[in-house]
């Protein structure tokens, strides 16, 4: 059972279309970070969400953190062919350690 | 700018092979992570490590050992290679928990491991 349920999975559009993802949990945490990652390399942190019903905004990114900080979503605005990559939630689920969502694959086309 | 490396991109080895990995970061981290990623299951914790010689066993420490002689290096060892052990590594280092910003991870780029 995945802690941090991602949806969708997959996700393949064209450029200039709008898309949303999803990270779920049963669970309550104290703040919820998303990573994107490109082919070969690393994941790098785009943001961190902190407040119930915070909205933080990265240029044609919008973050989401739920009232209740068991789930967020990342709201992608005309995308481009540079948003391609993995993007991951994740979260601390105890003192040292954290969660990772099973990411979401997303593909612009141009 | 932060900077986490890891000694290899690519790795094949066979069963049975002693494997080490290698992590150094120059961002005076306490802690650092080992994760693997395998396709539709995420990252996964492998070892953590709080301080030099200190370590906590993550999710999946099965067939793994870590050791942190230094604090800038993290060293994951596979004692005995098995096929079901390919996969990618990611590196990771963050400041100690409590900290502003302790809970970013930076990343190193990975190492994409194939046990033949």
């Known amino acids: 059972t995945q802690l941090l349920e991602q949806s969708p999975q997959f996700l393949s559009i064209q450029e200039g279309e709008n898309l949303t993802v999803y990270c779920n949990s049963s669970s309550v945490f104290s703040s919820l970070q998303w990573y994107r990652q490109e082919p070969g390399e690393g994941p790098v942190l785009l943001v961190t969400v902190v407040t119930g019903g915070e909205v933080k905004k990265l240029k044609r990114l919008t973050f989401q953190f739920g009232d209740a900080r068991k789930d967020s979503s990342l709201h992608i605005t005309a995308a481009q062919p540079g948003d391609t990559g993995l993007y991951l939630c994740a979260a601390r689920y105890n003192f040292n350690k954290f969660y990772f969502g099973s990411g979401t694959k997303l593909n612009v086309k141009p | 700018d932060v900077k986490v490396t890891q000694s290899s991109r690519y790795l094949v080895k066979r069963t049975g092979e002693k494997v080490f990995l290698e992590c150094v970061q120059d961002m005076d981290h306490e802690n650092m992570f080992w994760y693997r990623q395998d396709p539709g299951l995420g990252l996964r914790l492998i070892y953590f490590?709080?301080?030099?010689?200190?370590?906590e066993k993550g999710d999946i420490p099965e067939g793994y050992s870590v050791s942190r002689e230094k604090k800038e290096r993290f060293s994951l060892i596979l004692e005995s290679a098995s096929t079901n052990q390919t996969s990618m590594y990611l590196c990771?280092?963050?400041?100690?928990?409590?900290?502003?910003?302790?809970?970013?991870?930076?990343f190193g780029p990975g190492t994409r491991l194939t046990v033949l």
């Open positions: 990771a280092s963050s400041l100690p928990t409590g900290a502003a910003r302790a809970d970013t991870q930076y």
């Open positions: 490590s709080y301080d030099v010689k200190m370590k």
